[in-house]
T-cell receptor, first 111, second 111 residues
Framework: DQQVKQNSPSLSVQEGRISILNCDYTNSMFDYFLWYKKYPAEGPTFLISISSIKDKNEDGRFTVFLNKSAKHLSLHIVPSQPGDSAVYFC??????????FGKGTRLSVIA | DVKVTQSSRYLVKRTGEKVFLECVQDMDHENMFWYRQDPGLGLRLIYFSYDVKMKEKGDIPEGYSVSREKKERFSLILESASTNQTSMYLCASFEGTDTQYFGPGTRLTVL
């Protein structure tokens, strides 16, 4: 039973446009959510997070939106750059329990 | 800057060999994790540890064991490596609801 789902395995976007990566979750206990970016042959690096008490968090070109009633979050990247091409993992957690990760979405930004 | 290091970036072993993957973190985190990442399957939790000498099974512990003798070090052991354990292994550490930090990963190939 997947508690965190990223339904799009891949996404292609033109350079300069907006990239929107989506994530759905099922566990109402989750109270914080994170996005990680992963390049091939490297470990995931933290990108941005959001607490369940917020509905938006922004950091430069990256914005995460949380819709608790829909149990949905999304990552917006504006404008997209070729260096953003990577696999993006959505993760959720609560308390001290291990993070639960989605299966990832491969983003390709085309120049 | 948090640092999570892993003993090897690339490893090639033969079927039946005992394999040790070492992970060290320098942030005095109590929580440490071992994941494997496979294409299309995302990050799957193998084992985790909340404290020295403590260990908990994750989602896919079969064929693996762990050791946490010191707070900063968390070792993953493949008692008898098999070809289906060829994967990217990722170690992570975190404290409370802080960001989970990953090491650079070990790409293990079992022949």
């Amino acid at each position: 039973d997947q508690q965190v789902k990223q339904n799009s395995p891949s996404l292609s976007v033109q350079e300069g446009r907006i990239s929107i990566l989506n994530c759905d979750y099922t566990n109402s206990m989750f109270d914080y959510f994170l996005w990680y970016k992963k390049y091939p042959a490297e470990g995931p690096t933290f990108l941005i997070s959001i607490s369940s008490i917020k509905d938006k968090n922004e950091d430069g070109r990256f914005t995460v939106f949380l819709n608790k009633s829909a149990k949905h979050l999304s990552l917006h990247i504006v404008p997209s750059q070729p260096g953003d091409s990577a696999v993006y993992f959505c993760a959720a957690g609560w308390g001290n329990t291990p993070l639960v990760f989605g299966k990832g979405t491969r983003l390709s930004v085309i120049a | 800057d948090v640092k999570v290091t892993q003993s090897s970036r690339y490893l090639v072993k033969r079927t039946g060999e005992k394999v040790f993957l070492e992970c060290v973190q320098d942030m005095d985190h109590e929580n440490m994790f071992w994941y494997r990442q496979d294409p299309g399957l995302g990050l799957r939790l193998i084992y985790f540890s909340y404290d020295v000498k403590m260990k908990e099974k994750g989602d896919i512990p079969e064929g693996y064991s762990v050791s946490r003798e010191k707070k900063e070090r968390f070792s993953l052991i493949l008692e008898s490596a098999s070809t289906n354990q060829t994967s990217m292994y990722l170690c992570a550490s975190f404290e409370g609801t802080d960001t989970q930090y990953f090491g650079p990963g070990t790409r293990l190939t079992v022949l």
